[in-house]
T-cell receptor
Framework: GAVVSQHPSRVICKSGTSVKIECRSL??????MFWYRQFPKQSLMLMAT?????????EQGVEKDKFLINHASLTLSTLTVTSAHPEDSSFYIC???????????FGPGTRLTVL | GENVEQHPSTLSVQEGDSAVIKCTYS??????FPWYKQELGKRPQLIID?????GEKKDQRIAVTLNKTAKHFSLHITETQPEDSAVYFC????????????FGTGTSLTVIP
């Protein structure tokens, strides 16, 4: 199956700093990638849809100025958490669909801890 | 938009028994219904999926059924094993790589040895 990588897998940062998370599709081109946030024992909450070459589409309640998404190429999308605060601590997962109808392939996730 | 509901939120079964998880969806245009298994701290992994032109699909101990008229689909795991313990998510989607998945709230399955 298609492979999606994510980097870093774990990051600890101080409050007020910015953190960038990379999501790459390794063996397919993804015009669209998805960013999720997951709190412990909860479902995947879609934050935004990342579109190659255009602006991301954010879900209601997600601050676009805080969670900056850039989809610079067909294989790379980045999520930058700006001015991170402890409440931003969470598990962030990206995903992409390789085919028009089929599964969504997930990255391994990034555990963000803001001190 | 689509609304996916999943039940139960937690499920405990004895090893060897069957487990059933049910989901409903609201958008009749949805045509793809995957089930993901997520172990603690890991990425969701697809375990089985079904498309709207099929009513049932089976893969060894796992099966999924779809009732398009009633807009519900179910995951069936037979002969459960301790390694089946995980959180299971259902999802609904329309075709197209740009179309998002709408996930259910998850079911935490515990298989008791």
């Amino acid at each position: 199956g298609a492979v999606v990588s994510q980097h870093p897998s774990r990051v600890i940062c101080k409050s007020g700093t910015s953190v960038k998370i990379e999501c790459r599709s390794l063996d397919f081109q993804a015009t669209t990638m998805f960013w999720y946030r997951q709190f412990p024992k909860q479902s995947l909450m879609l934050m935004a849809t990342s579109n190659e070459g255009s602006k991301a589409t954010y879900e209601q309640g997600v601050e676009k100025d805080k969670f900056l998404i850039n989809h610079a190429s067909l294989t790379l999308s980045t999520l930058t958490v700006t001015s991170a605060h402890p409440e931003d601590s969470s598990f962030y997962i990206c995903s992409a669909r390789a085919f028009s109808i089929g599964e969504q392939f997930f990255g391994p996730g990034t555990r963000l801890t803001v001190l | 938009g689509e609304n996916v509901e999943q039940h139960p939120s937690t499920l405990s079964v004895q090893e060897g028994d069957s487990a059933v998880i049910k989901c409903t969806y609201s958008d009749s245009a949805s045509n793809y219904f995957p089930w993901y298994k997520q172990e603690l701290g890991k990425r969701p992994q697809l375990i089985i999926d079904i498309r709207s032109n099929v009513g049932e699909k089976k893969d060894q101990r796992i099966a999924v059924t779809l009732n398009k008229t009633a807009k519900h689909f179910s995951l069936h795991i037979t002969e459960t094993q301790p390694e089946d313990s995980a959180v299971y998510f259902c999802a609904a989607s329309k075709g197209g790589t740009g179309n998002q998945f709408y996930f259910g709230t998850g079911t935490s399955l515990t298989v008791i040895p």
